[in-house]
């Protein structure tokens, strides 16, 4: 008698905990799926802030380009600064060559 007590009593709460962890996983799953949902749903911008945010965004990309393209004008201009310099030295160069290559015959001819 004792021992179909024990059991009885043993299967109810094993009943129980089964049944109130079942509930406890159904409230989660519906919390998910509710907040998957809310996810979803597209965000209302009201406030100056986020449109402000959202222009300083889509600002950024333009102010990248402006500036790789004066960083590609500012090196383009410091290549031809030194093709001028250099130009300007082998010319000063090919004159230098110029007058130690002309020798002077001794009756004063070249």
Same mark, same amino acid.
């Given at each position: 008698?004792?021992?179909?007590? =024990?059991? /009885?009593?043993?299967? +109810?709460? /094993? &009943?129980?905990? +089964?049944?109130?962890?079942?509930?406890?996983? &159904?409230?989660?799953v519906? *919390? *998910?799926?509710?907040?998957? @949902? *809310? +996810?979803? $749903?597209?965000? /209302?911008?009201?406030?100056?802030? @986020?449109? &402000?945010?959202?222009?300083?965004?889509? #600002?950024? %990309?333009?102010?990248?380009?402006?500036?790789?393209? !004066? *960083?590609?004008?500012?090196?383009?201009?410091q290549?031809? &600064?030194?093709?001028? $310099?250099?130009? #300007? $030295?082998?010319?000063? /160069?090919?004159?230098? =060559? @110029?007058? =130690?290559?002309?020798?002077?015959? %001794?009756?004063? !001819?070249?």
């Amino acid at each position: 008698m004792k021992s179909i007590k =024990l059991v /009885i009593v043993f299967i +109810l709460l /094993i &009943n129980i905990l +089964l049944t109130e962890s079942f509930e406890s996983k &159904n409230d989660l799953v519906s *919390n *998910n799926i509710e907040s998957i @949902d *809310n +996810l979803q $749903q597209p965000a /209302i911008l009201n406030d100056e802030e @986020d449109t &402000n945010s959202i222009e300083k965004r889509q #600002s950024r %990309p333009k102010k990248s380009k402006a500036k790789k393209r !004066r *960083n590609k004008r500012r090196r383009i201009q410091q290549v031809k &600064n030194a093709l001028t $310099q250099l130009q #300007s $030295q082998i010319a000063s /160069i090919a004159t230098r =060559l @110029d007058t =130690l290559t002309t020798t002077v015959r %001794p009756n004063g !001819r070249r």
